[in-house]
Nanobody, 124 residues
């Protein structure tokens, strides 16, 4: 059974930086595509970024393109999200997810495994 545990969330000022981590264990997570999603109060869960199992392909939501970077270290079983130039609208609970395929997908419905989430709050 795959387990995902996020860390690194917290309070950050507008324009600041934060790095989220997701420790993955169980199964063959190194062969799975993974992604970061977020959900703000009263809104649907949305994709932030996703990455192919090998790291050779990534996709970013337009709202974070150029500011956030997704990466993975398969040897360490860890997924990262480097957040820079953060804005108040980035405030949300951020979730790590993995799917039973090496190819990326933008839909949360295609992801099987989810972490418990980590809160990111950006103050203005």
């Amino acid at each position: 059974q795959v387990q995902l545990v996020e860390s690194g969330g917290g309070l950050v000022q507008t324009g600041g930086s934060l790095r989220l981590s997701c420790a993955a264990s169980g199964g063959t997570v190194s062969t799975y595509a993974m992604g970061w999603f977020r959900q703000a109060p009263g809104k649907e869960r949305e994709l932030v970024a996703c990455i192919r199992w090998s790291g050779s392909s990534t996709y970013y939501a337009d709202s974070v393109k150029g500011r956030f970077t997704i990466s993975r270290d398969n040897a360490r079983g860890t997924l990262y999200l480097q957040m820079t130039s953060v804005k108040p609208e980035d405030t949300a609970v951020y979730y790590c997810a993995a799917r039973n395929s090496g190819s990326i997908s933008m839909s949360p419905r295609d992801y099987t495994y989810w972490g418990q989430g980590t809160q990111v709050t950006v103050s203005s």
